[in-house]
């Protein structure tokens, strides 16, 4: 009797668990993602790679603006090319405004391709393309510019430039302290630290 009560009972909570959806199957899994559009997995330029020879053609264009657009369209597509070529021109565009439009852009980046280019322009023979540069090179904060400054635009024959230059020093300079200031919280901090950790280990 106590056997048969014994599996009754047993029937009995198998009913209630299942009823309560403890021994119902797992649901399926989540379908899968759906895959990207077409458009995703094409490259990045609209144009081919033969169209592409074209737009560099466009960079030596009469038309300054031209040759603008057509260093904006490389910088896009992220073509190898681009930054050449802004250097290239950077050198040798006779157009100061484009020269100046190209220091701007490259105010955003860093790497020693772009601090070689602007510390360049710093010598161009136009006065907005050295103050360009000098506002470029401030901006970005690289304090590895700090004596190609000292060494030539302080002495620049245009008060403006020389004006800029000391800015442009003195931003660095302050953009260091900062640097050095916040090191030494943090050594402290973790000094401070340590010292608390030593003590509470003796308790």
């Given at each position: ?116 280019a602007l510390v360049g322009a710093m010598k161009d023979q136009e006065t907005d393309v050295r103050m360009a540069a000098l506002q470029a090179l401030e901006k970005i904060g690289d304090f590895s510019v700090a004596s190609a400054i000292a060494d030539g635009p302080i ?49």
């Amino acid at each position: 009797m106590k056997f048969l009560a014994v599996i009754a009972l047993a029937a009995a909570l198998g009913v209630m668990l299942y009823q309560r959806g403890l021994f119902s199957p797992p649901p399926p899994p989540p379908p899968p993602p759906p895959p990207p559009p077409a458009i995703l997995a094409q490259p990045a330029p609209v144009i081919s790679d033969e169209e592409l020879q074209k737009v560099l053609k466009s960079a030596q264009d009469p038309e300054p603006s031209v040759r603008w657009e057509a260093v904006v369209f490389l910088d896009k597509v992220k073509s190898p090319r681009a930054m050449p070529l802004m250097q290239d021109m950077l050198q040798h565009d006779m157009e100061p405004t484009v020269k100046v439009k190209i220091i701007n852009l490259l105010s955003d980046r860093r790497g020693p391709e772009v601090m070689a280019a602007l510390v360049g322009a710093m010598k161009d023979q136009e006065t907005d393309v050295r103050m360009a540069a000098l506002q470029a090179l401030e901006k970005i904060g690289d304090f590895s510019v700090a004596s190609a400054i000292a060494d030539g635009p302080i002495r620049d024959q245009e008060e403006s430039v020389r004006l800029q230059a000391m800015k442009t020093l003195n931003s660095l300079q302050d953009k260091k302290q900062r640097e050095i200031d916040e090191a030494q919280k943090r050594w402290e901090a973790d000094k401070a630290a340590a010292a608390a950790a030593a003590a509470a280990a003796k308790k």
